[in-house]
């Protein structure tokens, strides 16, 4: 008889999001005459800068015509796209990346959640805690995890690191020695961010220790800050033990449009074996390229009026951010985050839990934020709101909360 993976029947609950979705949705159909302003999900609302939709336009055109139609991408991306990549996100910061160490994707979360199926289901990860669920549940569903202790909401076999006030939401090196790192700076949900002598650190660590660092960058076009690297590359030695994603999701507002990458440097070993040609291999076999179109779109990004308006886009939600982040500081919050990052994270009120304060906000300011400990247990008490949202609902959202 057929049998299931069973890991997947280990999976606690359903996904955070799903669950806010079905709280807001019935808060909604109880109360429509209210107005709901949602700064949970870490989605855009702006819409794509005209450099890239007139790199959409240029590229469906093409598409019409048999003579520059495109078909099947190559599998790793276009040539096109891998150098603007390698030019612009890499080179000219100073890191030795090559075009050849890009894989080009559909986005950060599925290359965040494949990339651990080309270790072994021996590898401990370890994990910051909160954290992006991505990791852990990619792990869960693989088989890598142990057994779900429902008391205590952890993994028997993940390393959890706490990022809590006292450090300043930056983890602290494990005691326990992990294969796998997963880190992601700026951080998503904390909104928090390491220097590059704190990230160097790890690198050093994990040269040691011979694990390797999966380094989540999604948010790097959102830092202010001059002492914070913008790759894991920056550092030295990171060639030999770090993994990086990006995504253009957050820079370009791709989130419905989807393209990112994964870079794996050529001299990046699992013990003996060279991880490139695994992971070449897996796309190769598992993915059949992100569009033509896309590509295109994406290779925009990099073009001179590209970055000039995607700078801008940026800007616009860090003012939001900063709405957020001194509105609430004003109103006697204690708040972090929103620098260097799209997302602030606050601490809740009167010792509320993390979901208390979600259904107090909704009820009583008709606010979405995403409850922080959703992502972990040392984001119990916390709460993340995004930058996300238009201006003008990002202030009513926070006169709101001031006036609560
Ligand atoms: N990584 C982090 C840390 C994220 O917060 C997100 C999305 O919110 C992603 C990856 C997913 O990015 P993408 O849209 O490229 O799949």
Not at 163 to 191: H, Q, V, W
Not at 256 to 281: D, S
Not at 321 to 342: M, R
């Amino acid at each position: 008889m057929v049998k299931v993976n069973d890991n997947y029947l280990k999976l606690p609950g359903s996904y955070l999001f799903s669950t806010i979705g079905k709280k807001v949705a019935a808060f909604s159909a109880a109360n429509p005459d209210k107005k709901i302003i949602r700064l949970g999900i870490g989605d855009v609302t702006q819409p794509l800068a005209p450099a890239i939709i007139t790199a959409l336009h240029g590229a469906v055109d093409e598409m019409a015509d048999a003579a520059t139609f495109h078909g099947y991408a190559p599998d790793l991306g276009y040539e096109f796209l891998r150098s603007a990549i390698a030019q612009n996100d890499y080179q000219d910061r100073g890191c030795d990346i090559a075009a050849d160490e890009i894989f080009v994707s559909d986005g950060a979360k599925c290359d965040s959640s494949n990339i651990q199926e080309i270790f072994s289901l021996d590898n401990k990860i370890a994990v910051c805690d909160p954290v992006y669920p991505v990791y852990v549940d990619s792990n869960v569903m693989a088989g890598r995890t142990g057994t779900w202790d429902p008391k205590t909401e952890t993994w028997s076999d993940v390393i959890y690191m706490p990022c809590t006030a006292e450090n300043n939401f930056a983890p602290e090196l494990p005691k326990e020695t992990p294969d796998l790192i997963y880190l992601c700076f700026p951080n998503n949900p904390t909104g928090s961010t390491i220097t590059k002598d704190q990230l160097q650190v790890w690198v050093d660590y994990a040269n040691k220790m011979g694990a390797i660092i999966i380094y989540d960058a999604a948010y790097e076009a959102y830092i202010s800050e001059e002492n914070v690297p913008h790759s894991i590359y920056e550092c030295e030695g990171a060639r030999t033990c770090a993994i990086e994603l990006r995504s253009f999701s957050k820079n370009a507002g791709f989130t419905g449009v989807r393209l990112g990458f994964t870079v794996i440097p050529k001299e990046l070993k699992a013990g003996e074996t060279n991880l490139h040609p695994l992971w070449a291999r897996r796309h190769g076999t598992k993915y059949n390229g992100a569009p033509y179109i896309v590509q295109r779109a994406g290779e925009a990004v990099y073009s001179p009026e590209g970055k000039a308006q995607l700078k801008e886009q940026v800007a616009y939600y860090m003012n939001n951010a900063k709405v957020i982040y001194e509105g609430l500081k004003s109103a006697g919050y204690t708040v972090s985050g929103g620098v260097n990052a799209p997302y602030i994270w606050l601490k809740t009120p009167y010792q509320m839990t993390s979901w208390e304060f979600f259904d107090y906000l909704l009820e009583k300011a008709n606010v979405v934020g995403t409850p922080g400990s959703g992502f972990g247990p040392s984001g119990e008490g916390y709460f993340r709101l995004t930058a996300f949202g238009s201006y003008d609902n990002t202030v009513e959202a926070i006169e709101r909360m001031k006036a609560l």
